[in-house]
């Protein structure tokens, strides 16, 4: 058997981990969930390292029709810069989750049979959708990231979670049906659903139909104002979940949005790009304002994300390689910072059995030494403070708003910047009080942070840190195929 | 009024009960039927668009219909399931009032 | 000619020691006290060497480099010029005895190896600061420097330090939001922000868009140079451990603002680019103005570090304002005090943490007769104090006589009139201090704090005092010889800006 070339691997890292929760389904035992989960990740790296090494090599994007149906007829997968950034996104935020999972979920009494294969499904699901070039498929496989991901959150029990995840199955089955909605107008004008190879010209029919696109994926990545469901369902769920769900489920709608607008429908972008845009701002200021006003640190995390999401849609008004570049830099580092923000919050909550902020002065040190100070990294990245991803996608987005003239957005960006600082300085601020005894150093409290849920913060938050350092290989990886609406470039 | 206009218009109007429904109702299991009523509505315009040509059929919006209804089979199964759960560990049939602290 | 060659990558070398350092310092964890010790003072000596090493290197002729891209046309570039090694030599040499002095003060204190982790991280951003190449570079170690030093302030965790902190935090961010938006906008203008003796901007014209960014980027960095009005944190964050306050406060934070501005004015606008703009003068008004203001806030306060706080203000500004005069005997006095003052400033410091350590005397008014208790400590505030207030030959003087004389050759007698005020106002703060501490009878006895000390305090505490002590009368005395810092100084001006 020969060594699959990178379009084989388009396919493989889709059904590596879907076959591995099939597997899990069958072998239910927790040794077995983990090797299974290994193995997912050496081969789904493994291919992810051929079709980066490909696509540097070309310098132009991968796509492979399957069964060898060409487009439009058959399903075409396709990776660009764009999906490999979020493919590998995915893989680095997985592996870490499933290494924090290990030790969290029996401490927690997480049910292995029903987790593992959950996990796995929802691997596959989003791998899928970042090299879905076909809007129907992209249909199911956001389906299955939602049917994996909703009881992910529930999976604890409980009032809270359940009615999180309830809430969060409402809004992400009407945001399905709306988008399918429009994707059934988008079939009953053109006749066919590859991303690529449609030509939207700008009419009524097809403006409703990106609409209610656009709505419906807003209501999955819990944008502004869609957002009610992301707080409870975020902070209510196991960490290692919470790090997913904040990194990368919610981020694949985002990153579909960023597609289809930029590919897909490019002619229809005018005006709509400043509401867009200004949906992001609006995310930016609101959800940084209640992030400044829980009590309650899952929360300010999970409100930080509502926050964050919005930085991805200045894209639209700033319309530029370099915003482009910002914006994918911002995905990845935000994805890292926060997954390993949310595991340290888990790590915090392990040890204390709550995540009240005011029952966490003066914790700092001693068995949560590693743990406080991957919260801190993941912090300065999130504010866009050097040296991290944040800053450099910061700095790019900056620029471009400057080079572009638009004044308004480089206010945004520096104020939404700052006020980051001041909910997560607000954070840290009572980890270093000393006004009241420790609580952990009560007697009897002799607990530890297990190692594998201590290191698998502090590698994704240092993650997110040399991001910064690799930022020269890494844009240049993440820019090819960018979108002709941002290289300038005219005609496809 | 040709037949896929009158589909579509069909379609439309389901489609906008059933988001009425979904908003106004607090019953969840009322709310999921509101869902499938949605799913309903676009299947049915997926199914009209099939015969956009007379002379032929479209099989692909057949097997998009197909692929959807075991989509919102499961996710129907899933709800309710939850709901279930929820009604068991808290006598509660909606999520008014709790919201998360 | 050159004797030996150091590898280009040396300021990173340099660098590296702190950072390895605070690492080491971090994972050895807090119980491990004395390899903390060991790990501290060596890698301060290590850097020290290194330091030396690149000081004769540089004098020679050699030039440092070291880039990194970072993508999308930004870099990381490292240097080690002559002007980069005034500032390094002066946060390396007194890195060490700061380090020395802190393992006295800090002793059995909780949360030590915290503290000497960021203290280290600080010492690793202000050498990133002082070899930065280019505005991207100096404004990464710049936000990492308020980063390190948050926690520093926070360190005794009380709700007053948190606050601090927050004041600090609020300040410095704000800061440096002014600076990102300054330097992305001389970016997207299209100057190379790259320093370079001259400055950058050739044929640039100096429209309302390159006068804009000028102001912002010397408000972002005003902040941390403590400029009128943007001051308020500095007395706020005294707070903090005496020897945060020494090192950071007096030396290594405003002294990268003040470092900023004078890379800004020189190595990006040019001084005389900026003179003719006509962009010098109000920079030259707002230093004066803080200097004055600064000395008069001094004279109010009764805490000892607030009035020695509202003392940097002040004298900070005398580097700003050197450079602001744009002639080179100026600006040889602006960067001379650069050092001059990092010496005394840190001299006082010490000596007000070795009477709030050893007597718990925190206020002007328990110094009564102090010198008695503690003659050497109080013999090396007198120094510091002197030196402040501008008396020959401790080494203010010298910064003082330089400022003046530029004032005069660049056509600004007004200067002299702030300088002579400034001197006055000086005189009024401290010398009243002084009179206390030696003449005024002291109290029936004293909160002695250690038992069975052989000298006035611990060691550990006197000797890093005594040492900056004889380092800031030495290098007034010693000023005409070549290795002095005014002769560096007048190398730095000579070699760079007066070709």
Known sequence: ?492 | MTPPVLYALCAAAIFGIAVYGLLSRPHLVRRLLALNMMGVAVFLLLVAFARRDPEVTDPVPHAMVLTGIVIAVSATAFGLALVRRLYRDTGRTGLSESRDP | MTGFTLPAAMPLYTMATSLVAAVLIFALGETRGRARTVVNVAAAVVKLLFVFAMLVAVWQGQEFEVRLPMGAGLELLLIADALSLLFITLSALLWLLTTVYAIGYLEGAPQRARFFGFFSLCVAATMGIASAGNLFTFFIFYELLTLATYPLVAHRGTADALRGARVYLAYTLAGGVALLAGIVWLEVLGVDTTFTPGGQLDDHDVGPALRGAYWLLIAGIGVKAAMVPLHGWLPIAMVAPAPVSALLHAVAVVKAGAFGIVRVVLDVYGSERAGAEGLLLPLAVLAAITIIWGSVRALAQRDIKKRLAYSTVSQVSYITLGIALGGPVAAVGGLVHLVHQGLMKITLFFCAGNWAETLEIKRIDQLNGVGRRMPLTTAAFTIGALGMIGMPPVAGFISKWYLGLGALQAGAPWAVAVLVASTLLNAAYFLPVLARAWFAPPPEHWHERFDGLRAETLLALLIPTLLVAAAALAVGVFAALGASPLAWAEFIIREEYLP
């Open chain 1, 1 to 492: 058997m020969s060594v699959p070339g990178p379009s084989q691997w388009l396919v493989l890292i889709v059904f590596v981990p879907l076959l591995a929760a099939v597997a899990a389904v069958l072998w239910p035992g927790r040794g077995a969930g983990r090797w299974l989960t290994v193995l997912t990740g050496l081969l789904t790296g493994g291919g992810l390292l051929s079709l980066s090494a490909r696509l540097l090599d070309a310098g132009e994007p991968v796509t492979h029709a399957l069964g060898g149906w060409p487009t439009p007829l058959g399903i075409a997968l396709y990776a660009d810069g764009l999906s490999l950034a979020m493919l590998w996104l995915t893989w680095v935020v997985m592996s870490a989750a499933s290494w924090h999972a290990d030790a969290y979920n029996p401490a927690h009494g997480i049910d292995e049979a029903l987790f593992r294969p959950l996990w796995l499904a929802c691997w596959c699901a989003l791998n899928a959708v970042f090299v879905s070039g076909d809007l129907f498929n992209v249909y199911v496989v956001l389906e299955i990231s939602t049917l994996a991901a909703v009881p992910l959150v529930a999976i604890a029990g409980g009032r809270a979670a359940l009615t999180a995840a309830l809430r969060y199955l409402l809004f992400a089955l009407l945001g399905a049906l709306v988008y399918l909605l429009g994707v059934a107008l988008v079939y009953g004008r053109h006749g066919r659903l590859d991303m690529h190879g449609l030509e939207i010209t700008p009419e009524p029919a097809m403006l409703l139909a990106a609409g209610l696109v656009t709505a419906g994926l807003m209501a999955k990545a819990a944008l502004v104002p869609m957002h009610v469901w992301l707080p409870p369902a975020h902070s209510r769920a196991p960490a290692p979940v919470s790090a997913i769900l904040s990194a990368l489920v919610v981020k694949a709608a985002v990153y579909l949005l960023l597609r289809l607008w930029t590919w897909t429908w490019p002619e229809l972008i005018n005006g709509a790009a400043w509401v867009l845009g200004g949906l992001g701002a609006v995310a930016m200021i609101h959800g940084s304002v209640l992030a400044l006003l829980q009590v309650r640190l899952k929360r300010v995390v999970a409100y930080s994300t509502v926050a964050q999401l919005g930085y991805l849609l200045l894209v639209f008004p700033l319309a530029s390689l370099l915003a482009w570049q910002g914006v994918v830099m911002h995905a990845v580092s935000h994805g890292l910072a926060k997954a390993g923000f949310f595991l340290a919050a888990g790590n915090i909550m392990h040890l204390l059995g709550h995540d009240r902020l005011q029952g966490m002065r003066g914790i700092s040190g001693g068995p949560l030494a590693l743990t406080m100070f991957a919260l801190a990294l993941s912090a300065v990245s999130l504010m866009g403070l050097p040296p991290s991803g944040g800053f450099l996608a910061k700095w790019l987005l900056l620029q471009a708003a400057l080079e572009a003239g638009a004044w308004g957005w480089a206010a945004l960006l520096l104020i939404a910047g700052l006020l980051a600082a001041a909910y997560l300085f607000r954070v840290l601020a009572i980890l270093l009080a000393r006004d009241t005894p420790d609580p952990l150093a009560a007697p009897g409290s002799d607990r530890h942070v297990p190692t594998a849920m201590a290191w698998s913060a502090l590698t994704l938050a240092l993650g997110s840190a040399v991001l910064a350092f690799a930022g020269e290989p890494l844009l240049r990886l993440f820019s090819i195929g960018s979108p002709d609406i941002m290289t300038g470039s005219t005609g496809p």
